[in-house]
Each structure stands twice: as C-alpha cells, then as structure tokens.
C-alpha cells in the first residue's frame, strides 16, 4: 500500500512537499516514482528514485522539484519549489522492484494520488 500526500493550494512560485508512505514493503530494493495527471491530459512523469540513488527528473520540473528517500521510515518525498500553474495536478506516486523507468506501466504499485493547485 502506497499513500501520497502533502498536496494543496499555493500560489504561483510557491513551494509544496509530497510524502509517499509505504505500508506492508519496504522501499529500500524499489524504484519510486512520482506520475502527475492534469484535468483533460494524459499522465506524465515526474520523477523517478531507484533504490540505488539514481534519479532521473522530467525535463519540465528539473531544477525546482527534488526526490529524496528514508528508507528508515520508508518515506519518500519530493519538494517542490518555484510552483508554475502548469504544475496543477494530481500527483502519484507509483513503485516497483528494481530499476526506475519513466513509463507508467512499467508500475505494479500506486498511492491513491494527492491534488496540487497552483494559483496564478
């Protein structure tokens, strides 16, 4: 079981932090990632985390949004900065054992999605 949250509203240039627990696994041999789908779009990858450190961003949100992981607490979060309107959202998070893709359907696992509104 995955549960994303930290979603909300926020003004444009704002900051928001996500948080995806995991519950009956452990994240430390997974690749998590973070999918975001808008009203009327398809959805997109954000970010993925593989378990050995690697992290590959969505051209989109390189540079404002950072993954990072405790796999203490089995916790993975990102932190979004410098919020655009084109961030509106809801954001997923999704694992799956071994290397990250960014292919959605490459993910067996997935949180129940939390809203992020940015305010122009």
């Known amino acids: 079981q995955l549960q994303a949250s930290g979603g909300g509203l926020v003004q444009a240039g704002g900051s928001l932090r996500l948080s995806c627990a995991a519950s009956?696994?452990?994240?430390?041999?997974?690749?998590v990632s973070w999918f975001r789908q808008a009203p009327g779009k398809e959805r997109e990858f954000v970010v993925y985390?593989?378990?050995?450190?690697?992290?590959v961003y969505a051209a989109s949100v390189k540079g404002r949004f950072t993954v990072s992981r405790d796999n203490a607490k089995n916790t993975v979060s990102l932190q979004m900065n410098s919020l655009k309107p084109e961030d509106t959202a809801v954001y997923y998070c999704?694992?799956?054992?071994?290397?990250?893709?960014?292919?959605?359907?490459?993910?067996?696992?997935w949180g129940q999605g939390t809203l992020v509104t940015v305010s122009s």
């Open positions: 999704a694992a799956r054992q071994a290397f990250g893709t960014s292919d959605s359907h490459d993910y067996a696992y």
């Open positions: 985390n593989a378990w050995n450190g690697n992290t």
């Open positions: 009956g696994r452990s994240f430390s041999s997974y690749a």
